[in-house]
Structure formats: C-alpha cells, structure tokens
C-alpha cells in the first residue's frame, strides 16, 4: 500500500551539489523532490546514503513501471482486509512481478536437507524460572551503582547463608514490582530481558543465589535461577512449512534481482549506481 507522507519536521534533506546529474530512467526524469520524499524509507547514518537509496528504489520502481506499461497490463488494485488499496502504480509492479518472476516451490526433499543442516536453529526456547531483587541506580551516577553494588554484596552474603529469606528480602529491598510477589519473575525466555541479564543466566547455577549481582542498564539484581527449562528439537512436520517459507522467499528474491538487473541491463540509467540488490522490493 502506499507509503504514509513525511512526518512535519523529519524529512532528511541531504546537500545535493548542481553537479550531480539529473536522475533518470530511458529519459524519465525522477525529481529531487520525489526522491528527498522517499528517504523517509531509507533511514542511514548519513544523509547522503538516504538519499541514494531512496534514489536506488525510485529507479527500480520506474523500469518495473515502463515494463508493465510496454506489455500493456492493465491495474487492477487490491484491498487489504483494513481497507487500504494498492494505488495503480503498485498493482502495475505487482502484477509484472507476478507475470515476469515465476519461481519453483520448495519440494519436502529441499526442506529436509534445510531442516537436517540447521537442526539447531528448530528447537523451542530455553525457559528459566527467575527471582531477583533489583538495587536501582542510574547508568551515569556513578556514587549511586557504587551504593547499589555494595548493598548487592551484602545482600548476597545474607541470602547465600539463609536463602530462606529471599522473599522477604525482595519485597523490602528490590526496586521492581516484582518485589511484591517475593522477586519472582515466573517463566522468562531469550528477548523478555535485557541482553545483560539474559547472559548471565546461560552460566548461573540452578537452586542457589548467583554469587556476583547482575550489572544492568538498571543496577545490580541480585539472582536466584530456581530452574532451567532446555528447549527441546521440534520435529520436521512441525517446521516443513515454515522452512518451505522461508526457501521460497530465498529463490523469489533471488530471481527479483536478476529481472532488475536485466531491465537495467537494457535501460538508461543516469544519476545512480542501481544496485538492485539494496532495493526495498527484494529486501
């Protein structure tokens, strides 16, 4: 569907030189100004490569466009189930992809031999249940971690002789809500924490207090790991369609770079490098 307008006041505006030459595709002038209003698309650290890039999609989107005019298709948009239509232009791309990009469907012998090579990659998530007690203190107050890390050890060293006494111990101590349920986080899987806390877990201890607290974004989080959940293999029938998915997108966005590559081949580009690779359609 089509891309919602530029925020006011967010549009990158790169430094164009008047020497750069006039972007084009076999004559057709892409202006600055399409071009400036379509690097809201290509966020970059500068604002040059913005701007390439969205010069880059702009030039692609034109050859496809002159391509599904020269066969003489006609639009016919779609409407999603929210109710946003394609514009012509976009179901004129659509269908000369549709017409042009004809791709093979993964087959189970395929998916197999994906499936045996990356076994690893099919496994549920590993799952630990947690408590902890949170001393909060800012990233850059430097007195306040000092405070937070030493009040940790020491809480540490009452826990690991008594860890009987967690749960009250978090309720007065900790900064996270959690405090109020004895630490508790329940069951918690990779992405739910933030990355320093969920390192440490991988080579914590089960059933007792983690002898160093956790150093966060946050503070210092003094750990209990009460179990470790592995995750287990699933089984081919589980995954065959989402790895055929997966195969399928792989060709399909292969196959859209060579068809760009070749109307680019046989266009005249001015203005921009193409690199079909870099494009928003086959990303």
């Known amino acids: 569907m089509s891309a919602p307008s530029p925020v006011p006041g967010c549009t990158i505006k790169p430094v164009i030189t008047t020497k750069q030459k006039a972007v084009s595709v076999n004559g057709v002038v892409i202006s600055r100004a399409a071009i400036s209003r379509e690097t809201q698309n290509h966020p970059a650290s500068k604002p040059i490569e913005a701007w390439l890039?969205?010069?880059?999609?702009?030039?692609?989107?034109?050859?496809?466009?002159?391509?599904?005019?020269?066969?003489?298709?006609?639009?016919?948009?779609?409407?999603?189930?929210?109710?946003?239509?394609?514009?012509?232009?976009?179901?004129?791309?659509?269908?000369?992809?549709?017409?042009?990009?004809?791709?093979?469907?993964?087959?189970?012998?395929?998916?197999?031999?994906?499936?045996?090579?990356?076994?690893?990659?099919?496994?549920?998530?590993?799952?630990?249940?947690?408590?902890?007690?949170?001393?909060?203190?800012?990233?850059?107050?430097?007195?306040?971690?000092?405070?937070?890390?030493?009040?940790?050890?020491?809480?540490?060293?009452?826990?690991?002789?008594?860890?009987?006494?967690?749960?009250?111990?978090?309720?007065?101590?900790?900064?996270?809500?959690?405090?109020?349920?004895?630490?508790?986080?329940?069951?918690?899987?990779?992405?739910?924490?933030?990355?320093?806390?969920?390192?440490?877990?991988?080579?914590?201890?089960?059933?007792?207090?983690?002898?160093?607290?956790?150093e966060t974004r946050y503070g210092f989080h003094v750990v209990l790991l009460d179990r470790r959940i592995v995750g287990r293999e699933m089984p081919f029938e589980i995954v065959c369609e989402r790895i055929a998915g997966w195969l399928n997108e792989k060709v399909r966005r292969v196959a859209i770079r060579q068809y760009i590559a070749i109307l680019a081949g046989h266009a005249e580009i001015s203005g921009v490098d193409l690199d079909a690779s870099a494009t928003p359609l086959v990303q």
């Open 53 to 214: 890039g969205a010069a880059r999609a702009l030039v692609v989107r034109e050859l496809l466009l002159q391509e599904a005019r020269r066969a003489g298709i006609a639009p016919v948009p779609l409407e999603d189930a929210e109710g946003r239509r394609e514009t012509d232009d976009e179901a004129l791309i659509r269908a000369i992809v549709a017409r042009e990009v004809v791709t093979p469907e993964a087959d189970e012998a395929s998916c197999r031999r994906y499936y045996e090579m990356n076994r690893q990659r099919f496994r549920s998530a590993d799952l630990c249940e947690v408590r902890h007690i949170l001393l909060a203190a800012a990233p850059k107050d430097t007195n306040k971690r000092n405070e937070a890390r030493q009040r940790a050890d020491a809480i540490i060293a009452a826990l690991r002789n008594d860890p009987s006494l967690f749960s009250a111990m978090a309720e007065a101590e900790s900064a996270c809500p959690s405090g109020k349920t004895g630490g508790n986080l329940g069951q918690i899987s990779p992405g739910q924490t933030v990355p320093e806390f969920e390192q440490a877990l991988k080579s914590m201890p089960v059933g007792e207090v983690a002898a160093m607290p956790v």
